[in-house]
C-alpha cells in the first residue's frame, strides 16, 4: 500500500481546512484554488523566487504563493507576498524592498475574498 501524500504539517493541515470552509461557505474560488495547490504533495508543492515576483507583479500589488519563496533573485519593488513558508533570504530582501511577508492567515484575516491578489503557480 503507497503512502498518503501531501501535506503532514498541523498547521497547513489547519490552514487547508480553514480555506476550504470559507470557500465553500462564501463562494470564494480564489480560497478553493490556493487550497488545492497547498494540498498538493511536497514533491510537487509550488517553490517561486524572488526574480519570478519581480517580473510579475506590480507596485504595491499582493501576490500569493500558495508555496514556498525562494531567495533567489533582486526584489526592487514594494510587494506584499502571502505564502506558506518563506526563506530566510527571500524575507530579508522583501522587507529591503519595502515590502511585507506575511502568512496565508494573515491575508485571509486582512482580505477574505481575495479582491486584487495575484496567484503565482
Known amino acids: ?31 478553493l484554488k490556493i487550497a488545492e495547490e497547498l494540498s498538493k504533495s511536497e514533491r510537487i508543492r509550488v517553490e517561486v ?4 515576483i519581480e517580473r510579475n507583479a506590480k507596485n504595491g ?3 500569493v504563493v500558495p508555496g514556498k519563496v525562494l531567495g533567489d533573485g533582486e526584489l526592487k519593488k514594494p510587494v506584499t507576498i502571502a505564502a506558506s513558508n518563506f526563506s530566510m ?5 522583501i522587507s529591503k524592498a519595502g515590502g511585507k511577508a506575511i502568512t496565508l492567515a494573515e491575508l485571509f484575516e486582512q482580505n ?3 479582491t486584487g491578489v495575484k496567484i503565482l503557480c
Do not use: C
Not at 8 to 31: R, Y
Not at 49 to 52: I, Q, S, W, Y
Not at 89 to 93: C, L, R, V
Open 49 to 52: 523566487n524572488l526574480t519570478r
Open 89 to 93: 533570504s527571500a524575507m530579508e530582501k
Open 1 to 31: 500500500m503507497p503512502k498518503p501524500t501531501g501535506p503532514t504539517n498541523p498547521v497547513l493541515k489547519g490552514i487547508i481546512e480553514d480555506l476550504n470552509a470559507a470557500g465553500h461557505k462564501h463562494k470564494v474560488p480564489f480560497a
Open 61 to 63: 500589488e499582493i501576490v
Open 112 to 114: 477574505p475574498k481575495g
